[in-house]
């Protein structure tokens, strides 16, 4: 698929336009700071870009704003006290120094460490990314079974990585959805939504009304669970401009 690619100034905000063989104009606004990127049909210019763009400013303003303002946490140095969360939650790390192979475990509103003393901080923070992949690997087997029941579909395929620009993506051919990693780390209503979005892309290929109808059919609050996702606390170590 032949591609072009253009930068755009509307309104103060820097656009990213991509040109595609496509039918339909995606708009999306990406962390960390509001990244706004477009891709286009190749049959529009510039000219008819920017007037999208210009008829969608309000919305794209509100999801600015929504991801300039979220909380951003520090770079986690894996020390004792320190925040982390969980499922929503926010747990103080507790690191206990023993022989023995490193694992995590969840004591109240405590988040354990156990590793030994001589673990590097990177060490610490690789036994953690492993901790909430299995936490998202354990949750969405029943989560998509259920989605699959009440929306018709099927999905052959589904893995957890970690993602710079979205929460989630949808390949519609092969029917194989990503959920990034953060997500262990929202409320799992915030996962729910993040499935049913991916999986109604199977039905719907676009973000356009038909896409919107099957959202409120098939998860009326969708709405209010993308606000507080996208107002959780964003990890800093994550979320970097591409």
Known sequence: MSTASAYLTVSG?????????????HIGVYPPMGRVRVAAPDRLDDDQVRLAVVSR?????????????????????????ESHYVWGSRLRLKVIKRPGRAHIEVDGDRLLLYTSAETTTEHRREVLDRWYRDQLRRALP????????K???MVPKWSVRRMKTKWG??????????????????????????????????????????FTKLMDKHLPDWRARRDR??????????????
């Open 57 to 81: 400013l309000p919305w794209i303003k509100r999801q600015r704003d929504q991801l300039q303002a979220a909380q951003r946490q520090t770079i986690r140095e894996m020390v004792t006290g």
């Open 142 to 149: 029943d989560l998509i079974e259920k989605w699959e029941r």
């Open 13 to 25: 905000i820097d656009v990213d336009v991509v040109y595609k063989d496509i039918k339909n104009l």
């Open 151 to 153: 929306m018709g579909v």
């Open 169 to 210: 993506s949808c390949n519609r051919e092969t029917g194989h959805i990503w959920f990034n990693v953060e997500l262990a780390k929202k409320h799992p209503e915030c996962l729910e939504y993040l499935a049913v979005h991916e999986m109604t892309h199977l039905l719907e290929r676009s973000h356009g009304p038909r």
């Open 229 to 242: 996702l996208n107002e959780a606390p964003l990890g800093h170590e994550q979320w970097v401009r591409p």
